[in-house]
């Protein structure tokens, strides 16, 4: 066993002080962390297969990138990262220390390198936020060019609402119990084993309709309707119905991912022409005055308001492709 102190990471500038385990490197601490770490995949020829205790404990990182080798986090790896909100990792780090998250309320987005069939850390990283999470899962592995090239989707985007739980005292009994509030409980137990189960986690979407705000289940729904990995016909049918009944909500929300970017939304930019033509369905209405006109206008309102002027322009071509196609029409 070998120590070593001063390490750079290769992607990043990063000092860092390291020890070689029977060929492999842990990184022991991370020195005066900037806003984003990317750990690096290896460290003088040798993989980086872990991160000691304490590593980035106390720092003001804010997202961090771990190496796809990576198999274990020491115990208070990440202790009051107070503003740490992003983590992309492999499924493969399923060695987890205690405490991981202890101080570390904030995280909101993880992003996942999933090899099916393989024993995963999803379902434990899970228990271990048990704040709304967002979450990007990719398939990775062999046969996954294979896939794509037959246009395999081999990415979901998924949101696990928050939930917590409460003792609640029965002071005739003498007793205490735990009351669990919000749905995200039943989302976090969607695993056979450490598998991940899509259709599961779609039975649940009545659940999360009662007990989750509006604007958080439209995007669930666009979640799984824009990245469908393992979603059924049925459930497909589900989602949409319900982004159809919340089209404003969902439209919304598709132009706020434009000026966000991926930082606070699991949707894609530049969505609005997806939601009005394939979920919507608005190009198979037939063409009028009436209902399918309104709606157009109150998007063009709101893209409007929104400043999204491509969006605008959009709308404005698909309104008089689709809605007056045989008459002029003139607007202040």
Request: aromatic share 10%.
């Amino acid at each position: 066993m070998d120590s070593y102190c001063g390490g750079r990471g290769e992607k990043w500038l990063m000092d860092f002080s390291y020890t070689v385990v029977g060929g492999n490197v842990r990184i022991d601490k991370v020195e005066e962390p900037q806003r984003e770490v990317v750990v690096p995949e290896t460290v003088g020829g040798y993989l980086v297969t872990e991160l000691g205790e304490y590593v980035l404990a106390g720092s003001g990182v804010e997202e961090v990138w771990l190496p796809g080798g990576l198999r274990k986090i020491g115990a208070y790896g990440f202790y009051n990262c107070e503003n740490l909100r992003r983590i992309h990792c492999s499924s493969r780090t399923t060695d987890l220390g205690t405490g991981l998250f202890a101080g570390a309320g904030g995280v909101g987005f993880v992003d996942i390198c999933v090899f099916d069939g393989e024993k995963s850390c999803l379902k434990e990283l899970l228990s271990e936020l048990r704040q709304t999470l967002r979450v990007r899962l990719r398939l990775c592995g062999q046969g996954e060019e294979e896939s794509r090239g037959r246009g395999v989707f081999l990415e979901a985007r998924l949101i696990f609402p928050e939930y917590y739980e409460e003792s609640v005292e029965n002071t005739p009994a003498r007793i205490l119990y735990i009351e669990t509030h919000g749905c995200g409980h039943r989302y976090r137990y969607c695993f056979a084993g450490t598998q991940f189960q899509y259709q599961k986690y779609d039975e649940l979407f009545p659940h999360a309709k009662v007990q989750e705000p509006e604007e958080l289940v439209a995007e669930m729904a666009l979640g799984r309707l824009q990245y469908p990995l393992g979603l059924a016909e049925k459930y497909r049918g589900m989602y949409q119905g319900y982004v159809a009944g919340h089209w404003r909500m969902a439209a919304r929300l598709m132009m706020e991912a434009g000026r966000q970017g991926a930082a606070g939304s699991i949707l894609e930019p530049g969505g609005v022409p997806w939601l009005v033509e394939e979920i919507l369905g608005f190009g198979q209405e037939a063409g009028g005055d009436g209902e399918l006109g309104e709606k157009l206008q109150e998007l063009i309102r709101m893209a409007q308001e929104a400043g999204d002027t491509e969006t605008v322009a959009w709308l404005m071509d698909f309104r008089h492709r689709r809605v007056l196609p045989g008459k002029r029409r003139f607007e202040l």
